[in-house]
Every structure is written in structure tokens, then in C-alpha cells.
């Protein structure tokens, strides 16, 4: 049902990946709440220290 995919490509293609797993994400969802939950979860897992404050 499910496939893991991992961000280890390039960076375009990562953020290829990354769009074709939102598109999927949001296909037949109409619920605003919804997709920017899934969204957001995306965005967590794609982007490497997301809630980090560094230097």
C-alpha cells in the first residue's frame, strides 16, 4: 500500500520526489484542514532540521 522513499538523490530530485508525493497527497482531497495537514507533515520529513535553531 505504502512505499518508503528516501531523499538521498540529487537535491532536484529530491524535490521532484517531493512534489510528485504531495500531488499524491492532495489528489481527491478537498478538505482544506486536510491537505495542509498532510503538507506540513511532508515538509517535516523532506526538510532536514526543520524545528533546529543553529548557527
Known amino acids: 500500500m505504502f512505499q518508503t522513499e ?5 537535491k532536484e ?3 521532484e520526489l517531493a ?6 497527497l492532495l489528489e481527491g482531497e478537498s ?3 486536510a ?3 498532510n503538507t506540513s ?3 517535516n520529513q523532506f526538510l532536514n532540521n526543520i524545528n533546529c535553531l543553529s548557527e
Open 6 to 10: 528516501q531523499y538521498n538523490e540529487s
Open 13 to 15: 530530485q529530491n524535490y
Open 19 to 24: 512534489i510528485r508525493q504531495l500531488q499524491a
Open 31 to 33: 478538505d482544506v484542514i
Open 35 to 37: 491537505n495542509l495537514s
Open 41 to 43: 507533515a511532508l515538509l
